[in-house]
């Protein structure tokens, strides 16, 4: 990203006029993504302009679209529409690196054709090198900007999900690779209510995708509607942390346009190709935070963040760290999102443990992330909620798949 396109990105961010859609899809897929990142930082930008960035979650039909035709003849397998009875030509979604047309197979099965526009690799890595130089020359005069977390590290975290999203091969991996560990626990943990559209392999690969068309509002729009219920919330946060914290590998980027809900509450998983695997040690120590916080058993959650420490802090360092955690969390367990946003606060407690020793690295972004996405999610539909002491009884049913009281005591 240029220097002055860096400054515009900015300038959208906390300026005073409505953030322009248009512009920062216009600055390239960089800044896309580092404002859907934005879309959930109320702690850093005001809150409106969060909810404004969230339209780059949606699938409208913004960016210009390309002859199918000809991207098809140029990407697609030999011998390709030889298999359709009809490709619209017109794509009904369109986004900055590619377009999805609606079709209808020879045996007449309703699917849709995604089509990666253009090679973004390269651009987008060079983009992504030079604005690592301009956040390491921000932290050399600021030093400060590193307690707000490593932005080297979200921003390396960026890099690798994109770059394998760019290839659609890899979201048929990713929803094998989610398919097989939901089987590994059905007996235990049953998700009945999880599915992934069937995608068609041999009519697909690096840059064309044919999956089964799923007619279902997406998150998004069903959040913009109010259809969704408090309950299918909690049942998707269900389902979504099994998978990161009972499985420790789950779907990388499923902000609310990357998951669609029927009307009898059956959630699809789409654009699986940005899987992340979490070690066990760090949503060991996340996931019994959380289960402890719930419950109210504050220094129980305090330690169990401290297992992500290379070495358990002693003295004043520990002290200071169960100050600092008990000012943060006075009074936290009953408070609504709108009251304390779950992403600010993990920004501060964040800080906190880095402080103590404990270490976030590239790891640990995406199930922070995923966190971010499900507050953006409560404080769009149920601002008033208080999320923590909801899922409390799904943090007791992850427990079936780990033990909390087992990582507190392997760090005492």
Not at 346 to 364: I, N, R, S, Y
Not at 371 to 394: A, C, R
Request: charge should be neutral; hydrophobic fraction near 45%.
């Amino acid at each position: 990203m240029k220097l002055l396109t860096f400054i515009r990105f900015f300038r959208q961010l906390r300026g005073k006029k409505p953030v322009d859609i248009e512009a920062i899809q216009s600055m390239g897929l960089l800044a896309v993504k580092l404002g859907q990142i934005f879309a959930l930082r109320p702690d850093l930008i005001e809150p409106q302009r969060c909810i404004e960035l969230q339209r780059l979650y949606s699938r409208a039909a913004t960016i210009p679209e390309e002859d199918s035709q000809a991207l098809l003849q140029k990407f697609a397998p030999p011998g390709f529409n030889d298999h359709f009875h009809h490709i619209e030509p017109r794509p009904f979604a369109a986004a900055s690196i590619g377009q999805i047309h609606r079709a209808v197979l020879k045996d007449g099965t309703k699917v849709v054709v995604k089509i990666i526009k253009a090679d973004f690799e390269a651009s987008f890595r060079r983009d992504v090198r030079r604005m690592k130089r301009w956040i390491r020359l921000g932290l050399f005069f600021n030093p400060r900007l590193r307690k707000v977390g490593n932005p080297i590290g979200l921003l390396a975290h960026i890099e690798d999900y994109t770059l394998r999203e760019l290839n659609l091969t890899n979201e048929i991996l990713g929803r094998n690779d989610l398919l097989a560990k939901a089987a590994e626990v059905e007996k235990h943990f049953p998700m009945p209510k999880l599915n992934f559209p069937k995608m068609w392999e041999d009519l697909s690969n690096q840059r064309v995708l044919v999956m089964e068309e799923i007619t279902s509002p997406t998150l998004e729009d069903h959040l913009e509607g109010g259809t969704m219920a408090w309950e299918d919330m909690l049942e998707l946060f269900r389902i979504h942390g099994a998978f990161m914290f009972g499985l420790g590998t789950f779907h990388g980027d499923l902000h609310p346009g990357n998951a669609m809900m029927s009307e009898n509450g059956d959630f699809f998983f789409i654009d699986t190709g940005a899987i992340c695997h979490a070690p066990e040690h760090v949503r060991n120590a996340l996931f019994g935070f959380f289960y402890f916080l719930a419950k109210g058993e504050l220094r129980n959650s305090f330690d169990a963040m401290l297992t992500m420490a290379a070495v358990r802090p002693t003295g004043i360092t520990l002290e200071t760290y169960y100050r600092s955690m008990g000012e943060l969390y006075d009074g936290f367990v009953g408070t609504s999102v709108s009251e304390v946003s779950l992403t600010e606060q993990m920004m501060k407690t964040v800080k906190a443990a880095v402080l103590a020793g404990c270490a976030f690295g590239e790891e640990a972004f995406p199930i922070i992330r995923s966190l971010m996405y499900m507050d953006g999610m409560v404080l769009k539909g149920y601002p008033n909620v208080d999320l923590i002491s909801s899922m409390g009884p799904y943090l007791d049913e992850f427990s079936a798949l780990i033990d909390p009281h087992a990582i507190i005591k392997s760090n005492a």
